[in-house]
């Protein structure tokens, strides 16, 4: 038993997550990482207490997850080095890790973190107990769970991207752990 609750949610659904880009000459971020800061963002608003952004940080860990992590810079890195020169920021910005890094920053978390470079289905549950872990062991007060996943539809390629924020379940509070896994997998809200 995790005893977890859910305490904001957030979903965004986009065929080109570059809508989400709020790269700049000092920052970039592969497009998915804004998409799931977009989502951390949201899901912060949803959840009624003041953390990141506007309020405290120092004890919100960030798990993200995703198959497909910042594949796009990575095509694109790939295609710089033929012409010989790489920037140092899509560099930086192609870092799997970057998908929970940026929420990060923009979200000033100091709590831990760690992006699973795997599918959701697979990831979706040790990334569960992970949370759980770190809540239990008061490495955070607070852990947000952000998932992305891409798929095909009639329309082409569509990005979703989840999250919830979650914190230990007070008495009386039932556990939801079960819910929060079926909420990341997009089965139901």
Known sequence: MTDLTMTGFAELT?????TYSRNRSSLYADPVAWLVDAAVRRA???CGESLG??????????LALSETCTARTIRSIAGMTARGRVSPLRFAGANPGSLAGLSCLTGRFRGPSVT???SVPAG???AV???AG?????QATHVVLAVHDRRTDGDGQVHHARCAVTRLGRDGEPDMAGDLTRV?????R
């Open 14 to 18: 986009a065929t080109e997550p570059d």
């Open 184 to 188: 990341l997998l997009g089965t139901t």
């Open 124 to 126: 979706v549950g040790p």
């Open 134 to 138: 770190w809540l239990r062991a008061g």
């Open 116 to 118: 699973l470079a795997m």
């Open 53 to 62: 952004h506007d309020g405290a940080a120092d004890d919100v860990g960030i």
């Open 44 to 46: 912060l608003d949803s």
């Open 129 to 131: 107990l992970v949370a």
